[in-house]
């Protein structure tokens, strides 16, 4: 009988976790294929005061940030949650526009891109901050297809995670279709993705900024005023490699929606370790501007795993 009960209740959990996820993917999709950008940016906006709406790791990544950073800003909450439901609602918007929405509403700021002409493939470096997509095509219309290192969903998700599961998979394929090339999944990726840029002269993109793993290779930088580490097989590969490096971030504004993107580079010449900290620098200036667009704070203690928390 007990365990009767707890199989009922796991299944009910289950599919309240299923129900939230897909209703709130409804939502965001109602509000952006129904309004123009503005004003669905706005009801984008309104529904972060809700709890539904705020995730499963807002308490988490409302915390971490707190514990890391040493204090939030007063609108920290809802902020992170309208990160999250922007890069939900940019899954649509790029089936709804093209070009012309890019246009007017992505500026960008930094070093100049170079041509493709210009340089050999270059390996660009992203965070999981902000929200992304609106990137991938500015790349592959200024002539960089562009194959996204990733860690694929799994083939069937947990009873609870399956809707999750499902948009993940869709959310791979729309990135392909954006940038213009096969993603590259994860597992003997390093070797794909030098022969990509090596033997093919073909641009490739990782983000760096995922928690350790146990045994995993690392590279020591400073980060949130803290000794961290970063994993080390790309960097470790760009570097030995004298691939060239741009590294970018982009986030909306969160006052009017419109997309703001950073480019740092070509970088060239450094060792492995040197490199790691560019990069560090480059999100740690992000951070500092705007915290709560990184979606990585549930888990920002895999960073640290040997100064732990200071």
Known sequence: MLEREVRLSISWSGLGREFKAALEVVCVAILVFLLPWPLAFRGLRFITRYSLFQGREQESA???????????????????????LTDIADFFLTLKYGRSWMKRYLHVSGDALPAPSELPAPMLVTFHYGQGFWALRFFRDHGYPIAWLHAPPPKVAPWG????????????????????????????????????LLAEGRAVMVMPDAPLQPGQSSLPVRLLGRDARLPAGAIGMASEAGVPVLIYTIMIDPRDGHRHMRLEGPVMGLDAQTLAQRLADHLQVA????????????????????????
């Not at 940030?65 to 999250?84: D, F, N, T, Y």
């Not at 951070?287 to 200071?310: I, N, Y």
């Open 287 to 310: 951070l500092d501007s705007h915290p709560e667009a990184w979606h990585v704070w549930p888990w920002v203690s895999g960073f640290f795993p040997e100064s732990g928390r200071q």
């Open 161 to 196: 995670e399956r809707f999750v599961g499902w948009m993940g998979h869709r959310r791979i394929a729309q990135v392909a279709r954006l940038s213009g090339a096969p993603t590259i999944a994860v597992g003997g990726s390093i070797e794909r993705m030098r022969r990509r």
């Open 62 to 84: 409302l915390g971490s940030l707190v514990m890391w950073r040493g204090a939030s800003g007063p609108h920290s909450e809802r902020l992170i949650a309208l990160h999250r």
